[in-house]
């Protein structure tokens, strides 16, 4: 009986490309072609549609912040400015700014740090309590301030009785721009630690690195432009902040008025041009803050492929 020839099997580069059709002996699924590229005319309307909707929605309106803050001219621009009130406006401005920004950004180091770094009961917890001012509207975070430490509230009888203001008063106003603003570091760097892990950091405690020397020589230099990042963003906020500044603020002129809330004052007693003047300087503030985020971002952007 003769013996049955062996089945010669020959591999060609498609069954290389394509093993599953060697395998199975099924013809090869088709390649896959490019994605579809949509044509000129599409792409010209979607671009003109987004120039359009940014010309009409926020050019125009920037615009008009500056036409209307020069139409008296340039000698009016810089008295209005200059003005007792505005200038004590512009300078609680940047004191509540000065003060909410770092201590925001140390809160935001810490709180990423031990929700990135570290496993722990009520994790999830820490996490929705930062989130939380995004949810609550800020008008009722500045009353909840005044429930807390206004005459009527909790604390303040204990307050009055030494002589501690905290509501109208620089205090309050410090108190509610950090409420707003203290989860804008934290979202930038909890995400960033988290994808960065834990094993530079284990790496260095395992070579005799202190707590200090592993945050300054590892963590913070891999973090510094997400840190960057969130501070300006959380700066932004904290001078643009109106909400929740106007229920702590009590509206003293010369005082306790931030910048949002002298505009308000000028332009409800139909003094347009000093109301578009300090307008026009928040609206100069927003687009030094644009200017400072496209840049971080960029240089972020290069780091990245640098080190790729």
């Not at 940014?54 to 810089?78: D, T």
């Amino acid at each position: 009986m003769a013996k049955p020839t062996p089945r010669r099997y020959e591999l060609t580069w498609d069954d290389v490309l394509a093993p599953e059709a060697f395998i199975t002996g099924l013809p090869p699924a088709p390649a896959r072609t490019g994605a579809r590229e949509e044509p000129p005319a599409v792409r010209w309307a979607l671009m003109a549609a987004a120039l359009a909707f940014i010309g009409v929605f926020l050019l125009m309106p920037l615009a008009a912040v500056f036409s209307e803050a020069l139409r008296k001219g340039g000698e009016a621009y810089l008295a209005a400015i200059a003005e007792p009130d505005a200038r004590s406006a512009v300078g609680l401005t940047l004191v509540a700014a000065a003060v909410a920004v770092p201590l925001n950004a140390a809160f935001g180091i810490a709180a990423a740090w031990a929700i990135a770094k570290f496993d722990f009961r009520g994790k999830n917890l820490l996490v929705t309590l930062i989130e939380l001012p995004f949810s609550v509207s800020p008008v009722v975070s500045g009353l909840a301030y005044v429930l807390v430490f206004g005459a009527q509230g909790w604390f303040g009888p204990w307050l009055q009785a030494h002589e501690v203001k905290i509501i109208f008063a620089v205090p309050g106003i410090v108190l509610a721009t950090m409420f707003v603003t203290v989860p804008l570091v934290a979202r930038e760097l909890i995400p960033l630690m988290q994808a960065q892990g834990r094993d530079e950091e284990e790496a260095a405690a395992a070579l005799g690195a202190r707590g200090w020397q592993t945050f300054w020589r590892v963590t913070l230099p891999n973090i510094k432009w997400g840190l960057l990042y969130g501070l300006i963003l959380c700066n932004a906020r904290a001078m643009g902040e109106f909400g929740a500044v106007a229920v702590v603020s009590g509206h003293i002129r010369g005082a306790t008025n931030t910048m949002p809330l002298h505009v308000e004052i000028l332009y409800n007693e139909y003094q347009f041009a000093g109301a578009f003047a300090v307008a026009s300087l928040l609206t100069l503030l927003a687009l030094v803050t644009l200017a400072a985020k496209s840049l971080v971002e960029w240089r972020a952007r290069r780091q990245t492929q640098a080190m790729g």
